[in-house]
């Protein structure tokens, strides 16, 4: 028998700096995102004033980034299973840049709305690529917290847009609100150069002294990186792949629909009618000029501070009682800015009310759906059919994302601000009962054991256990 080299285990310091800034750059495919839905906010009306744009044409300017994502979401499973996860995000950011040039440089609502297309195509293969790459790096006990980064980078991604879409307000140069955000893209694409390949891409590319070699230096010892090796192995030996899966196992369709309703979930509780709307909204509340636009950045700064404060939690208190707090709380919130709408917001009071009750919507849903159903819908797909259920499920996130888009402004003219909103108030007291009966409870649990517990016929909800 030949004497095996002595491996030294790592220390567990370096190990997890080392899969922080892994992780940190990986996430940063949400800043494109975020980036994205903090520029049209603030540019919309300029765009609008400059292309004489009716509220249609605003609509599908918004929502032709969805469009695109959607589209987007489609294809990055198959630049994902092909290339690589690294691959598809570099990819993705490459054409993110592309297209807020191409904004910048648009001549006619037609022009924009293809240059926001292209946009949301980066986008949907970022949506899709990040949180799949992060659950395949991440050990059971940081997964939430590494997942949920991507979410945090949206919220940085929407408060610096924000920002800088409120700077620009100051003369009107909506050009300048896209063309900058080119900058953010050329750095992520240099970033995610530097990057690893998935351990869990390489074992089913059957590159598994690769992927034992990523896994060792993201473990903290050799034993834990053999042992997962290992399990990822006996995964893909034991399980059909894909679109054959989907047709043959009635657990892994479970799992589908699953994923597609958290993400829908996540987009109907409301929170992208105040993103992309947010200088309206307050200008129903009775706020002009800069004051809208300073009052959305306050907006978003809140919405950094809660993902930073659910990334801190997701695997402490685990994923269903966070989602609980945060569906009551949007439900409460939404309900209050209804009967607010309704009574009147004449006074100075009432206005600043309007406020408060938008901050803590925002918080609620930064600390609960916006970060955890990614974080869920990575979770609970098994390995062989990861691809195929995480398209699917992002593809649902834009399709629903696009709807709520397209139709809020012509929802607000044809209902009324107190109506709208308490529609969306009831729609999150829905969602907290589809929690309670659907939502399985992952924290702390390996990948493998969902995927034993989804195949073995266990109830949704308990699959985690």
Not at 154 to 159: A, K, L, P, S
């Amino acid at each position: 028998m030949q004497n095996q080299p002595i491996v030294q285990p790592q220390t567990d310091s370096s190990t997890q700096i080392r899969t922080i800034i892994i992780g940190i750059l990986a996430a940063t495919g949400g800043l494109m995102s975020g980036l994205d839905i903090g520029v049209i906010s603030g540019a919309l009306d300029f765009v609008a004033e400059t292309f004489h744009a009716s509220t249609f044409a605003q609509e599908w300017i918004v929502s032709a980034m969805m469009a695109g994502a959607a589209i987007g979401a489609i294809l990055a499973g198959w630049l994902a299973r092909l290339g690589g996860r690294k691959w598809a995000l570099v990819i993705g950011g490459v054409l993110f840049i592309i297209g807020s040039i191409a904004c910048a440089l648009s001549w006619s609502v037609a022009s924009m709305i293809c240059g926001r297309g292209l946009m949301g195509l980066a986008i949907g293969i970022a949506a899709f690529t990040s949180p799949l790459y992060l659950s395949e790096i991440a050990s059971e006990n940081t997964r939430g917290a590494m997942i949920s980064t991507y979410q945090l980078m949206i919220t940085v991604g929407i408060f610096l847009a924000f920002i800088s879409d409120t700077l620009f307000s100051y003369h009107g140069q909506w050009r300048w609100m896209f063309g900058v955000i080119a900058i953010p893209g050329v750095l992520f694409v240099i970033g995610v150069l530097f990057l690893p390949y998935s351990p869990r891409w390489l074992m089913m590319k059957g590159r598994r002294e690769e992927a034992l070699a990523v896994l060792t230096d993201l473990r903290p010892t050799p034993h834990e990186a053999h042992a997962e090796i290992r399990a990822i192995d006996e995964q893909l030996q034991q399980r059909q792949g894909g679109i054959a899966l989907l047709w043959q196992n009635a657990n892994f369709r479970r799992s589908i629909l699953l994923g597609m309703l958290l993400q829908a979930m996540q987009q109907f509780a409301g929170i992208n009618v105040v993103m992309y709307y947010a200088p309206k909204i307050f200008a129903l509340a009775g706020f002009v000029g800069t004051a809208q636009m300073w009052c959305t950045a306050i907006i978003g700064f809140v919405n950094v501070l809660a993902t930073v404060a659910a990334i801190g939690l997701v695997d402490r208190w685990g994923r269903k009682p966070i989602l609980y707090a945060g569906f009551i709380t949007m439900t409460i919130a939404m309900g209050a800015l209804a009967l607010l709408n309704y009574n009147g917001l004449d006074g100075q009071a009432a206005k600043l009310l309007c406020v408060f009750l938008i901050m803590i919507f925002i918080a609620a849903h930064a600390m609960s759906a916006g970060p955890l159903m990614w974080v869920l819908c990575s979770e609970i797909q098994p390995i062989k059919g990861r691809d195929l259920g995480i398209t699917l499920s992002t593809l649902t996130n834009w399709v629903s994302n696009m709807i709520v888009g397209v139709s809020f402004l012509s929802l607000l003219n044809a209902l009324g601000a107190p109506l709208t909103f308490g529609l969306i108030a009831a729609l999150n007291a829905v969602f907290f009962v589809f929690t309670r009966l659907l939502v399985p409870e992952t924290r702390g649990v390996s990948l493998e054991e969902i995927e034993q517990n989804l195949m073995a016929g266990k109830k949704l909800r308990d699959i985690g256990r």
